[in-house]
């Protein structure tokens, strides 16, 4: 007699859930409201069974239930119920299928007019072209791919020439205009899903899927890698920015074609060394360091991650945040670079300069740190040289006080906070994982155990692009 | 020379008891004892599975709290956790575990028809299973892929477990595949060939149609996962490219071109759907049995019964690549599959109606084994109209990949199986040992389970309508994520918790219950021939000297005219108490 009473107040409860709780589809934003239709089609359908079955199943059990005296009705068959049971099993089955496969008609049916857009997933990022002026992507190959050619972009054809190359996690749309969004992985699945567009598709490396909508609500929303893509799959995120078509060209207009990329000048070193004057008062003459001055090595590492951070830095993403007072320093400085072609000579010239072992200054529990430095590995490489496709800059051999203070400043929200950091957001949920002040120190020691002269061999052919 | 029944050659056939502890109870080819063995490593693995899924949810609970859970950590609990559950749990559970116990003893057989091959085949399970846990023990520890083992990440760098335990993971498979195609070509058969005098397969009772269906499900299926296990070893180990197209792995170029990540999905999925059949069937079949029990009904529409395992069974193949809407296949592949996966509801609500119907105008005793019918009847209503939203491609496009699925999934292949194997083991208790449970620790046990379990999965249906993706270590800063999903996700935490710590309860009574008081040979009134051996629990060779011969179906219960309200198979016919015969449907 319980369990019929608990049955009925599951049912109850369930259907409480249902309307009460707070979780249900973000607002849609896209044309697919029909996907939403269909949806609730299949909530009537099959909350209706679910509820006459189990109040059924509640009445038996209330009513049958041993007595004493009581024997049960022999009736092995009854064919013209179980005629009439599959019949509106059937009719049931139908409503929502029906409508169903009508609405995927739409979804497999892409709009003659609509753009295309290329999201390029990597592990773990994403990346985006446009086809530019001729509406044509030009021909790509994973083996063409380098730091210098990041999409892998194939020069012999000229259809390439005006492809737009968005080398960002960053996409933006026009409203109200049918796009197809071309997918294509690097490496592993991904799947490109952004909930408010209610669609989603994997990204398949060796092949190209699609999948497209009308984008109807302004706004931003965040991608979502939704097939397992390895160990920092949660981290896989993207944006895409609804706006006016006039924004939306400007934003582009923002980004190099193909053609502008390949025609860009030779960074000038000499001209960076120049440059460099302001920076050797910190970082020394040879860009070794000095802690006393709270300023690292800087010699050894990738430029296109010294770019990036100098950038950062001039933008404010970086060096924003009165908590760290250090940054906002180096951000003043960073401010004297003028434009992007001083930046490049600028890391040109620190490119230039004797990468100089350093002495190590944090002590740790080095075994401990090996077993942290496994969710590094990925990333960062074995012997912590940084891996350019993974965006992850050389970890080992720099300025080990620096690394803990800035794996501090990650955990702690200093750094990777802003929105416009999309690769040091990354990081930062990374470093949520060190919650013990000692791990810090443990993780930089066994860094500190990475050999420098391997390090060196690693790096030889990399460094400069 | 005219082929003979097995059952008119009982005499020819000598039984050789064994003697010694070794030949009875470890090299044993006594399909009850291999039976035993199969159930106790299969439930000592899931433990391992759900501690597992413990560590899970202290992540999702209260992530980055605990530092022996990092990102790599995670998805091999993932992994690990979702491929003993699926594999060498519930299909060795149910085949190896129920299938061994029950089909010799339910078809009135003597034994399984290849003892041997039956002997090894447990062997080779076991084998399988300390391979799986040795990558436990490997550089870089066991595959992190998720337990669909998707290529190219999970032969990559990135993904935990990549260099050694991927590879020990397909060979465990591979040995599991072996172990299983012995034991399951037995039990074809055992079914086919050597059931007793009188017993057709129309008065076969569920159970053994349930596994029966399912064993020749496992043995058509089983051979894609093989071939695909051995594809993949190939591409890992000696650079082939079946599936490894040309990609960057960790900033390189790879060695491998053309192949299709895709290739692999249809070949996994190709086992992987039927492979969901290989475990409900059973499930279908044995909880048909204990409800018309414990009713004291016969189950309602047997013949329609059969048919829909078989149609199922048959189905079930044409239905894999609703697995993979969203996984860059044509999509217009979205329109055939859509339509046989919906079809399927039919045979399966059908199913469930007849369940239904068993308790109408019964007599329903509610012992334990009947609550956790009864919770299995919820619990699968539930799982199975989720499973509409999923087979419906459009329905499926926002939910796939969301924490709907894992909701649905362990709802509909996880509680639903697991209630039914609960209910199973307390039902057969007594003839397996011989003595009676404790049934106010089962019904508690019951209790904390069944509703423990809703309050687990029914929230991670909105997680996932809310747009929640699964398989991700945490959530970050998410901006369509509200803080209250996380404090769903604590709640989660706990029931699975308590739920975990609930399971105490069922072992400390089946172990207590070893010692306790003795059971009648047939305590519920049972009608299948496993309650009517001579000895008490049965012995080797089952039936003493001579094999028992079947007059009826398996649910002459509440026969009027008859003086007892069971009437069992092996009773020959009595005037004035004619049930009814599926042989014969119209008298």
Not at chain 1, 226 to 247: I, K, P
Not at chain 2, 218 to 241: Q, R
Not at chain 2, 261 to 275: A, C, K, N, R, S
């Amino acid at each position: 007699m319980f369990v019929a009473i608990v049955v009925v107040l599951l049912v109850i409860g369930s259907l409480i859930f249902h309307f009460a709780s707070p979780w249900w589809f973000t607002p849609i934003a896209s044309n697919w409201n029909m996907i939403d239709t269909t949806v609730d089609i299949t909530f009537w359908v099959t909350g209706i069974v679910f509820v006459l079955l189990n109040l059924f199943l509640a009445w038996c059990v209330l009513n049958f239930r041993h007595k004493k005296g009581r024997k049960a009705h022999y009736e092995p068959e009854n064919k013209k119920l179980e005629i009439w049971l599959t019949g509106i099993t059937t009719v049931g089955v139908v409503a929502m299928l029906a409508p169903g496969l009508i609405v995927w008609g739409d979804v497999v049916t892409v709009p003659d007019d609509a753009m295309e857009v290329e999201a390029v997933g990597q592990q773990w990022h994403w990346t985006f072209r446009y086809p530019g002026n001729d509406g044509d992507f030009g021909d790509v190959d994973p083996r063409l791919i380098s730091v210098a050619n990041p999409f892998g972009m194939d020069p012999d054809d000229p259809a390439g020439a005006d492809d737009v190359l968005v080398y960002s996690p960053e996409m933006h749309l026009p409203i109200d205009r049918p796009v197809k969004v071309l997918l294509r992985s690097k490496d592993v699945l991904h799947n490109f899903a952004v909930p408010q567009f209610r669609t989603k598709m994997d990204l398949v490396p060796g092949m190209v899927t699609y999948q497209w909508f009308i984008p109807t609500v302004e706004g931003s929303y965040e991608i979502m890698c939704e097939e397992l893509c390895g160990m920092a799959h949660h981290t896989m995120r993207g944006e895409v920015v609804v706006e006016q078509q006039a924004d939306f060209e400007d934003w582009l207009g923002s980004y190099p074609t193909y053609a502008e990329v390949l025609a860009r000048a030779e960074p000038d070193a000499e001209a960076g060394k120049m440059s460099y004057m302001a920076c050797a008062a910190c970082h020394g003459q040879n860009g070794e360091g000095n802690p006393a001055l709270n300023a690292p090595k800087l010699t050894g590492l990738d430029s296109w991650y010294l770019k990036r951070q100098l950038q950062h830095y001039k933008s404010g993403v970086r060096g924003s945040d009165p908590a760290d007072a250090l940054g906002m320093q180096m951000r003043g400085m960073a401010m004297t670079l003028v434009n992007e072609a001083a930046i490049d000579n600028v890391v040109a010239y620190i490119g230039t300069l004797p990468d100089v072992p350093v002495v190590a200054t944090i002590e740790g529990n080095v075994d401990r740190g090996r077993d942290l430095y496994q969710t590094c590995v990925n990333c960062h490489g074995a012997q912590g040289q940084g891996i350019w496709a993974m965006n992850a800059p050389r970890a080992a051999g720099m300025s080990d006080w620096y690394t803990a203070n800035q794996l501090r400043n990650f955990r702690d929200g200093l750094r990777g906070a802003n929105p416009d950091d999309r690769y040091g957001r990354q990081m930062a949920q990374m470093a949520q994982m060190l919650n013990e002040e000692a791990e810090i120190n443990d993780l930089v020691a066994y860094m500190n155990t990475l050999g420098q002269t391997q390090l060196a061999d690693a790096n030889a052919g990399r460094r400069f692009e | 020379m005219a082929y003979v029944a097995i059952a008119d050659r009982d005499h020819e056939h000598e039984l050789h008891d064994p003697h010694t502890f070794i030949t009875k109870y470890v090299w044993s080819q006594d399909h009850k004892v291999i039976a035993i063995q199969y159930s106790l490593t299969a439930i000592f693995v899931g433990v391992i599975a759900l501690l597992l899924s413990g560590m899970m949810r202290l992540q999702l609970a209260f992530p980055d709290s605990f530092s022996f859970i990092a990102p790599q950590d995670y998805y091999q609990f993932v992994t690990i956790h979702g491929m003993i559950m699926v594999i060498y749990l519930l299909t060795a559970l149910f085949l190896g575990g129920f299938g061994n116990y029950l089909i010799p003893l339910m078809c009135g057989s003597r034994d399984m028809v290849f003892p041997f091959m039956n002997m090894l085949s447990y062997w080779v399970y076991l084998l399988s299973v300390i391979i799986l846990l040795t990558s436990f023990f490997v550089p870089g520890g066991p595959t992190g892929a998720g337990w669909t083992l998707y290529p190219p990440q999970a032969v990559m760098q990135g993904t935990p477990g990549s260099s050694w335990g991927i590879i020990l993971m397909l060979v465990s498979l591979g040995v599991f595949i072996v172990a299983f195609t012995m034991g399951g070509l037995n039990y074809v058969t055992t079914v086919l060939q050597a059931r007793c005098k009188g017993m057709t397969l129309m008065r076969m009772p569920l159970s053994v149609w349930g596994i029966f269906i399912a064993t020749i499900l496992g043995l058509l299926a089983f051979p894609a996962l093989l071939v695909s296990a051995i594809m993949m070893t190939l591409d890992a180990t000696i650079g082939t490219s079946f599936f490894m197209p040309a990609v960057l792995e960790a900033g390189m170029q790879n060695d491998h071109e053309g192949g299709s990540p895709i290739l692999f999905q249809h070949l996994f999925w190709f086992f992987g759907h039927p492979e969901v059949y290989i475990v409900a069937l059973p499930a279908f079949g044995l909880v048909s049995d204990i409800l018309a029990c414990h009713a004291r009904k016969n189950i309602f529409g047997y013949r329609q019964m059969v048919w829909a395992i078989v149609a199922i069974g048959g189905l079930s193949f044409i239905v894999w690549a609703h697995h993979m809407y969203v996984s860059g296949m044509d999509p217009y592949f979205g329109f055939f599959f859509a339509t046989t996966t919906l079809i399927i509801a039919v045979p399966t609500a059908i199913k469930v109606y007849n369940w239904v119907l068993t308790l109408y105008e019964g007599d329903i005793h509610l012992r334990v084994p009947m609550l956790f019918c009864i919770g299995f009847i919820f619990t699968f209503i539930h799982g199975g109209l989720t499973g509409l939203f999923l087979g419906n491609v459009v329905v499926d496009l926002p939910l796939s990949d969301t924490y709907f699925v894992v909701g649905h999934f362990h709802m509909v292949m996880g509680v639903s199986p697991v209630l039914v194997v609960f209910a199973a083991i307390y039902h057969w208790y007594p003839k397996i040992t011989g003595k009676m449970y404790n049934e106010t620790m089962g019904k508690w046990h019951f209790w904390f389970t069944f509703l423990g379990a809703y309050s687990i999965y029914l929230p991670m249906h909105y997680l996932g309508i809310l747009g929640v993706p699964r398989r991700y270590f945490s959530y970050g800063p998410t901006e369509f994520i509200p803080e209250s999903a996380q404090a769903m996700n604590v709640g989660i935490t706990y029931s699975a918790l308590f739920v975990a710590a609930a399971q105490i309860l069922f072992f400390v009574n089946m172990f207590m219950s070893l010692r306790g008081k003795k059971s009648d040979p047939n305590p519920w009134g049972a009608t299948t021939l496993e309650w009517r051996t001579p000895q008490h629990p049965p012995k080797h060779g089952n039936w003493g000297p001579s094999l028992p011969t079947v007059y009826r179906w398996a649910y002459d219960y509440s026969v009027p005219g008859a003086a007892k309200d069971f009437i069992s198979q092996d009773e020959p016919a009595a005037p004035g108490a004619e049930g009814f015969d599926p042989e014969h449907p119209n008298g």
